[in-house]
């Protein structure tokens, strides 16, 4: 389980960008570059693989995965439908709210 007092540590896209070009142009190991920037391996590893993916250079194991601009349309996407979803669900309860208004009470057909 994960330390719930422990704080995440955030990095910004420079950051990234820097420690990814040091994999990438200078042909360093994700463990290299880790240790020497002082950041998680496996966070180093993944923007890594990111990368590759965005510029097209994705391994066997890679291909089919999103790249960035495909997840964030993903994500879009996503909210958008979650909030038709919930104006299509407003105006479904709306519309039998009206409809039993509208109905002659029982008993006097």
């Given at each position: 389980?994960?330390?719930p007092?422990?704080?995440?540590?955030?990095?910004?896209?420079?950051?990234k960008?820097e420690?990814v070009?040091?994999c990438?142009?200078?042909g360093?190991?994700?463990?290299?570059?880790?240790q020497r920037l002082?950041?998680?391996?496996?966070?180093?590893?993944r923007?890594?693989?990111?990368?590759?993916i965005?510029?097209?250079?994705?391994?066997?194991?890679?291909?089919?995965?999103l790249s960035?601009?495909?997840?964030?349309?993903?994500?879009?996407?996503?909210?958008?439908?979650?909030?038709?979803?919930r104006e299509?669900d407003?105006?479904?309860?709306?519309?039998?709210?009206f409809?039993?208004?509208?109905?002659?009470?029982?008993?006097?057909?």
């Amino acid at each position: 389980m994960t330390n719930p007092t422990k704080t995440r540590r955030r990095f910004t896209a420079q950051q990234k960008v820097e420690a990814v070009e040091l994999c990438l142009q200078e042909g360093l190991s994700c463990n290299v570059v880790a240790q020497r920037l002082g950041l998680p391996s496996s966070s180093l590893a993944r923007w890594v693989r990111q990368a590759r993916i965005d510029r097209g250079q994705a391994g066997p194991r890679d291909q089919g995965l999103l790249s960035s601009e495909e997840r964030a349309e993903l994500s879009r996407l996503r909210k958008e439908n979650r909030e038709l979803r919930r104006e299509k669900d407003f105006f479904r309860l709306a519309a039998a709210h009206f409809a039993k208004k509208q109905l002659p009470p029982r008993g006097f057909a």
